[in-house]
């Protein structure tokens, strides 16, 4: 199966940009996503990015995408203290179905 | 803003009894899903379910597993006979067609006691 590894801990400070990597190993995914869940809720779908695309932008969201290394990152610019979440890669499986997900990285901003 | 609703919050329950969780997903969307992420581990899929048939499952979702659209808004996964490590956080989603985005729920927290 797919693995998708993330680095589990990220702490900025306040008005930073912080960076979430993801590395993968099936380079057969067309879609990749990434979520964020807060405290006590579920998961909020972010951004995604198509495996044709480099790079895209949304609003403080910068998606970037080396399919050689099979690097997906997310950019976070001006970092506030409502950023703080887990922040989960996923990829949409051959199937078309399932998403398989990382382990999320926990990011924490402080003041 | 529409969005998929689950229910109870938080469920405790006897090992050996049967638990079942419930979900609404977006109105107008069509493929239903399940997911459990125990706790410190990653999100997996458990089940998809398209057109009153599941579409896929994972080797997770054996027999003690099953889901129904018991009418046009509820959908639940059931588990039969719960064990310890059955108790995880388990996340409903839909998506419309022509779409990947899928939507989650807040989630319910199984506990098995």
């Known amino acids: 199966g797919e693995d998708v590894e993330q680095s589990l801990f990220l702490s900025v400070r306040e008005g930073d940009s912080s960076v979430i990597n993801c590395t993968y190993t099936?380079?057969?995914?067309?879609?990749l996503y990434w979520y964020k869940q807060e405290p006590g809720a579920g998961l909020q779908l972010l951004t995604y990015?198509?495996?044709?695309?480099d790079m895209k932008q949304d609003q403080r969201l910068t998606v970037l995408l080396n399919k050689k290394d099979k690097h997906l990152s997310l950019r976070i610019a001006d970092t506030q203290t409502g950023d703080s979440a887990i922040y989960f890669c996923?990829?949409?499986?051959?199937?078309?179905?399932?998403?398989?997900f990382g382990k999320g990285t926990s990011l924490l901003v402080t003041p | 803003e529409p969005e998929v609703t689950q229910t109870p919050s938080h469920q405790v329950t006897q090992m050996g009894q049967e638990v079942i969780l419930r979900c609404v997903p977006i109105?107008?969307?069509?493929?239903f899903y399940w997911y459990r992420q125990i706790l410190g581990q990653k999100v997996e899929f458990l089940v998809s379910?398209?057109?009153?048939?599941?579409?896929?499952k994972s080797e997770i979702f054996d027999d003690q597993f099953s889901v129904e659209r018991p009418d046009g808004s509820n959908f639940t996964l059931k588990i039969r006979s719960t064990k310890l490590e059955d108790s995880a956080m388990y996340f409903c989603?839909?998506?419309?067609?022509?779409?990947?985005?899928?939507?989650f729920g807040q989630g319910t927290r199984l506990t098995v006691v």
């Open positions: 379910f398209y057109n009153n048939e599941i579409s896929e």
């Open positions: 989603a839909s998506r419309v067609t022509g779409t990947t985005e899928a939507f």
């Open positions: 099936d380079s057969s995914s067309t879609y």
């Open positions: 990015i198509f495996s044709n695309m």
């Open positions: 109105s107008n969307h069509l493929y």
């Open positions: 996923a990829f949409l499986a051959d199937s078309g179905y399932a998403l398989n």
